[in-house]
């Protein structure tokens, strides 16, 4: 099956990022055939500077890289580099219903965040159902929140099908297992809008620091603790094993064990679990040589994709045949 996500260079990866989703698209990899891309044109609804939006797709692909994308697996590429999803996209755009648009939640949502309204947050939608169907994408995988997106692109791609015959595949959602919250250092859900974030590769003293201020409630070390409120609990659940979350959840109902304690232990399973991470992540840090190169294949294996794609579209909408 072939599968396709998308992740936009907005800024540092944290662990929400790859406990919410990214740890499931790289074991999607291992059984499907997967196509990935750095979605750049997306991020430049945002308007940031050229330098930053560079170095935010290079250090995203080394992110990935380090955390265990297999260039051999799956195609891998920055979105810009194949500039066929952005012809396709127009096309699509003349198919597309403004009412459609207008009643996608992700614009209100953003605008609602303090995003300055522009024609490409708008469209996102468009553009997005490009990426999906330019490369016959049967799965995609996507939090629940993110269903909607899915449905407008089937509904996009039907619409052109029903005019211009059977060209594009219709995409299903693969919404992902259910996972716990990652909170943030100040409780709320772990996002960079809140500015609550813990950086996938930030310095392991950072990390600690961070994870030392996480908010807690004001509960008494001897007391007993609802290890379900607990958002140090949350944390624990991401990386402890089994057996030893079970020994940490008697100990909150039991009382005696306070926060403290806990936090210490999650700060060494972090930096147990991500350590390998890390230190493959400073190895490109170093061969960044081999980075792009890697960039620069995936998008050639993934025009060639697109390009066939975009070849039917035309066909099918009269811009082919003149030759």
Known sequence: MRVLSGIQPSGKLHIGNFFGA??????????????????????????PQADELRQRCL??????LALGLDPEKTVFWRQSD????????????????????QRCTSYKDKVAQGLSPNHGLFAYP?????????????CVPVGQDQKQHIEVTRDIAQRFNNMYGEVFVLPDEHILESVAVVPGVDGRKMSKSYDNTIEIFEPENKVKKKVMRIKTDSTPVEEPKDPDQCSIFAMLKLVAEKDELAEWREKYEKGGTGYGTVKKRVVELLHDYFRPYRNKRAELEDNQDYVKKVLADGAERARAVARTTLDKVRDAVGMGGLD
């Not at 250090?59 to 990935?64: E, L």
């Not at 500039?83 to 459609?100: K, N, Q």
């Not at 468009?126 to 049967?138: P, T, W």
């Open 126 to 138: 468009v553009l997005q159902a490009a990426d999906i169907v330019a490369f016959d994408s049967e």
């Open 82 to 101: 194949v500039p066929e999803v952005t012809e396709l996209a127009w096309i699509l755009s003349c198919v597309t219903p403004m009412g459609l648009l």
């Open 59 to 64: 250090d995203v692909a080394m992110d990935y």
């Open 22 to 47: 990214m740890r499931q698209h790289l074991q999607l990899q291992a059984d499907n055939e997967g196509f990935y891309f750095i979605a750049d044109y997306h991020a430049l609804t945002t308007n």
